[in-house]
């Protein structure tokens, strides 16, 4: 299932602390990726 891939995938990132720049990647990206989907 992609919606349970991508959520293990964000919640795996953001379990432990990510470096700087990781989390900003990810901050960006995710939205994009979501509305993407939509």
Do not use: H, I, K, Y
């Not at 349970?4 to 379990?15: D, I, P, S």
């Not at 990810?26 to 994009?32: E, G, I, S």
Request: avoid cysteine; glycine fraction near 8%.
């Amino acid at each position: 299932d992609l919606d349970r891939a991508a959520l293990g995938a964000l919640q795996g990132a953001t379990v432990p602390t990510p470096p700087e720049e990781l989390g900003a990647r990810v901050t960006r990206t995710a939205p994009f990726v979501f509305s993407l989907r939509n």
